[in-house]
């Protein structure tokens, strides 16, 4: 329960972190100033806010956002903020600076895991070859390759010799050809899948299959030759661009709404360690 | 980083508001009612199939990082899934290409069985790290599917391309399978090679629907009424800029133009 307990708060502390960020403006809001840039100096930046002029000092903690027609004001160093510019100037509420340091902590600690990632691969393939299951010499070659790999890894970066040559044949003439296999054995799932999902079953299967039809000869130019002596709503390729951004969309955005709340109430939940079964089987 | 504005503010706080609301009315006693999503009935279906036939089955939490919300609502799923397969004495295979993801599942498959009073029955080396790209990864699950002669597929989280590289080499083994990703692009590709499909925000809903905890329920009650919110506010956005130009108090407040 202790465990528990201790996931509960680091979880909690770490998303209050993240949230307080989002939430608390990046300025002390009552000692913000909003206005023109009439002057900027090393040392200080002159604002016209209501007409008036105030001085503000350079300090290192003063944070300058420049404001744009559209979209969120950009945040820029208050030396770089030019005359004409409308710009907020005040001292930093320091969560915000801190948000790299937060962000690099956790890529470290991704970083940690791949060592349990490799823990897990020797623990199942070294299994394999104690146990002669079947194809386990395939394990012996997992422990082959994950030598070649680290040893071929220290060429990356290397001009010339033999540890370049041995970088490229691993990662160039070997994992990329073979990437690149098996993404083309999508387009043999593709077919196959589409021809299951083609089959008029039921309703909804039929009307998939007429949109995807429409939408299909639509997008090439045996569409528009097949209908174009239609009225233009008939004609193919109007008709598959109104499936594709009208209809398709409308749906699409549905879907994305109920996806953002319910992200909203996941991270809620485990924000409060409220989530249950999987990690938390009862009420802290 | 970007920031709250007021009307972003106003909306988390009524959004919190509805969720920790209805999570206090149900931990109070209040019953809640929701529909039923066929994909997540299926689960114990599929797990019951795979232990007759005493087969194992696959669970794939996604190609997400453990931070990612949909890699949590699958992690929630597999903690279910791990304690029916316990509760009938199956094994759970996890496939996964995200380093991270190996201890958390390590932990909940571990607490799932330990749970069910089988902790005998968990393996470490059924928590398998395959491959650390998604179509590696994919291939080596294939390989999984076809040695372990895996009677039940689940495929939960966040997608990419790699869905069908997992899903259709499983369609071929028979196996019944069961998907849910919040990747919109990927849905399709799910629906046509799986058995059930659980779309967008059921996957988020899983783990509470699974559980049947009111307290979860009530989130999800919560989570209901904020869509509410939005609709409304989308209603009255379209028809205000419709009758009253884009100009329009409403849209003013809710700074949609700024």
Redesign the interface.
């Known amino acids: 329960m202790t465990k528990r307990r201790l996931i509960a708060l680091v979880t909690f502390l770490a998303g209050l972190y993240y949230f307080l960020?989002?939430?608390?403006?990046?300025t002390v809001p009552w000692r913000t100033l909003r206005g023109e840039v009439v002057s900027v100096s090393p040392t200080a930046i002159v604002l016209r806010v209501d007409g008036q002029e105030r001085q503000i000092a350079i300090e290192p903690n003063l944070i300058a956002y420049r404001e744009r027609p559209t979209g969120?004001p950009e945040r820029v160093e208050p030396a770089q903020l030019r005359v004409g510019d409308r710009a907020q100037v005040g001292p930093s509420t320091y969560l915000?600076d801190w948000?790299t340091s937060v962000n690099n902590f956790?890529i470290v600690?991704?970083a940690m895991?791949?060592?349990?990632?490799?823990i897990?691969?020797v623990?199942?393939h070294s299994?394999n070859i104690r146990r002669r299951r079947?194809?386990w010499y395939g394990s012996v070659l997992f422990f082959v390759a994950v030598a070649g790999g680290m040893v071929a890894g220290l060429g990356y970066g290397v001009e010339s010799g033999w540890l370049k040559e041995a970088n490229d044949v691993v990662f160039n003439y070997l994992l990329r050809p073979m990437?690149s296999t098996?993404?083309s054995?999508?387009a043999f799932?593709?077919a196959?899948?589409?021809y299951?999902?083609f089959r008029v079953r039921s309703g909804e299967a039929a009307l998939m299959m007429a949109s995807a039809f429409i939408v299909m000869l639509g997008q090439i130019p045996i569409g528009l030759w097949l209908t174009h002596g239609l009225p233009s709503f008939l004609q193919l390729p109007v008709m598959a661009q109104w499936i594709l951004y009208i209809a398709n969309s409308a749906a699409?955005r549905g879907?994305?709404?109920?996806?953002m709340?319910?992200?909203?109430?996941?991270?809620?939940?485990?924000w409060l360690s409220?989530?249950?079964?999987?990690?938390f089987?009862r009420?802290l | 980083m970007e920031h709250a504005n007021l009307q972003i503010l106003v909306a988390i706080a009524l959004f919190m508001f509805f969720i920790l609301g209805n999570i206090h009315a149900a931990r109070r006693g209040r019953a809640r009612f929701i529909r039923r999503i066929p994909g997540l009935n299926e689960i114990d279906e599929a797990i019951g199939r795979a232990t007759e036939m005493g087969r194992p089955m696959i669970f794939h939490p996604g190609v997400g990082e453990v931070q990612n919300v949909g890699t949590l609502a699958a992690l929630g799923v597999l903690g279910h899934v791990a304690r029916r397969a316990a509760q009938m004495g199956s094994r759970v295979i996890v496939t996964t290409a995200i380093p991270v993801v190996v201890p958390v599942a390590e932990d909940i498959v571990k607490q799932a069985y330990a749970q069910a009073g089988r902790p005998e029955l968990f393996n470490p080396e059924d928590i398998r790290f395959l491959a650390a790209s998604g179509d590696q990864l994919a291939l080596a699950t294939a390989n999984v599917m076809t040695q372990e002669k895996t009677a039940a597929h689940f495929f939960f989280g966040m997608y990419d391309y790699t869905s069908l590289l997992l899903t259709e080499p499983g369609q071929r083994t028979g196996a019944i399978q069961i998907a849910g990703t919040d990747q919109y692009f990927q849905v399709p590709f799910f629906i046509a090679s799986c058995d059930y499909t659980v779309i967008g925000e059921e996957l988020y809903a899983a783990s509470a629907y699974l559980t049947r905890d009111p307290i979860m329920l009530g989130s999800l009650v919560g989570q209901d009424y904020s869509k509410i919110i939005v609709l409304a506010v989308i209603l009255l956005g379209a028809f205000s800029v419709t009758f009253l130009g884009s100009q329009n108090p409403f849209v003013q407040i809710i700074g949609v133009y700024r």
């Not at chain 1, 960020?21 to 990046?26: A, G, L, N």
């Not at chain 1, 709340?261 to 485990?270: D, M, N, S, Y």
Request: aromatic share 14%.
């Open positions: 960020e989002f939430v608390v403006p990046p969120a915000s948000i956790f600690l991704g895991a791949w060592g349990m990632g490799l897990s691969l623990m199942v299994g079947p194809e990437s098996v993404f054995l999508l799932h593709m196959t899948a589409s299951r999902a699409v879907m994305w709404f109920g996806m709340v319910g992200a909203i109430a996941v991270g809620l939940r485990f409220l989530e249950r079964g999987a990690f089987d009420e």
